[in-house]
């Protein structure tokens, strides 16, 4: 039986060692943190993320798409705040069966975990941290956090799915002359804090559940998805620096508390921890990874945040991680002969649609933050509405060739959704009333002139 190493169980480790152990391959999975498996509640805090169809099709690929249902609560649209307290439904699709799911990650993660602990020709080593590789010899060196001791393993191919910080990309990296590896780091300059709204004394939602809340207030804003708790997690998005930075904001809970309660006060009314959330919860930065390779030859390969780390305004770092599992999968059911071919065709394949999910995440974040309030990309948005509703088989804004139509790569939804923006975005500005458009016309005008 060939052998393979997993570095990392996180969302997109866990996954594909449930895949690659299906296959019949003898899986060893490492990971730095502690077996979250036998935990109660998975770190703490609820942590949620958006789940949508590129990363439900992958876990449908391991027959774990039930999780949906059991640990997903549905938002079906952004709900806008704004700075007097009205609040705004937009929905994401006119296709009423369109929308995406906030799950806890450390549920998810778990669950993968748990699935994957069903197949005896997996061993799991946690606590164990990846220190480096040697890709000739297909040996690999961890630390065992808990006593010290060094490790030593050996497998045909190692796959590195550490996230954004990689050991298996730092150790390629040593290799930059030989397989000529690209890298490229880029920060925003916002970072982001996470907060909390907790449930209701019965245990029932403050703000409606479903939907994900969006407070834009220009250059800064924050936005909240539910829990099954009946809490939220709140994250704000702020630049570091500046007179209200998160910085200044970090160091001044006065300051901290007076901001929210000028920007953000119907969300701050319902923030009883805010001063606890504030003090213990750090500011994190925000950056793009992109890298190239990915595999160092037949030996290893990298997937996920490892592979390409993106800002998170799209909702879709773990959905494309996934996806990477689900194409792998696809270039091995195709019957490549070796290692050397199939990892090749995997980088080939999926690099430019890693690479246009990056950029459309850092579009979205100026996309979020500068325009959901702004009346004439309302406009847009609600005609995208009723293009999609009345022209279902038609029409997919940008927002659904990327978050729904799981068959076009990201890449190909990029162009499209790009062209189709700019010719609504002018469309808009001539228009008064959205309800008067003859649809039929414009539709055939958007096929006409978007061509890709
Ligand atoms: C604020 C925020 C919000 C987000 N929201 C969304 C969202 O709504 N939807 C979405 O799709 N994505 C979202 N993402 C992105 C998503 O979190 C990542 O894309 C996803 O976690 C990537 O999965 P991964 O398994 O590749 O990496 P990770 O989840 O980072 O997992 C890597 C694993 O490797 C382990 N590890 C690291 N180094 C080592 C080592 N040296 N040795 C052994 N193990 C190691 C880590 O402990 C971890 O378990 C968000 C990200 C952020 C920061």
Known sequence: MEKVIIVGAGLCGSLLAVNLASKGYEVHVY?????????????????????????????EMVDMGHLVKEQGIPMRGRMIHDIEGHEAFFPYSGRAEEYINSISRGGLNKALLLKASTFSNIRFFFDHQCEDVDF??????????????RVQDKADVIFGTDGAGSAVRQAMMKH??????????????????????????????????????????GSHMLIALPNLDGSFTVTLFQDFKGENGLDALDGDLDLARSYFKQYFADAYAHMPDFDQDFMTNPSSSLGTIKCYPWRMEDKSVLLGDAAHAIVPFYGQGMNASFEDVHVLNSIMEEGHGDWASILSAFETRRKPDADAIADLAVDNFYEMRDHSGDELFQKKVLLEKRLEKEMPDRYNSKYALVTFRKGI??????????????FL???CRHVSDINSIDLQTLVDQIEEQVTI
Do not use: C
């Open 425 to 427: 975005l002018d469309y």
């Open 176 to 217: 930059s002359n030989r397989i000529r590896f690209d890298f490229s780091q880029s920060f925003l300059t916002h970072g982001y804090k996470e907060l909390s709204i907790p449930p209701t004394e019965d245990g029932g939602f403050r703000i409606d559940k479903g939907a994900l809340h969006i407070w834009p207030r």
């Open 31 to 59: 990971e730095r943190r502690g077996d979250i498996r036998k935990a109660e509640f998975v770190g703490g805090r609820s942590i949620n993320l958006a789940l949508s169809a590129r990363g439900i099709q992958a876990l």
């Open 409 to 422: 790569g990201y890449r190909q939804a990029m162009l499209r959704g790009r062209a189709q923006d700019a």
């Open 136 to 149: 000739d010899q297909g040996h690999i060196w961890f630390i065992n956090i808990l006593t010290n001791e």
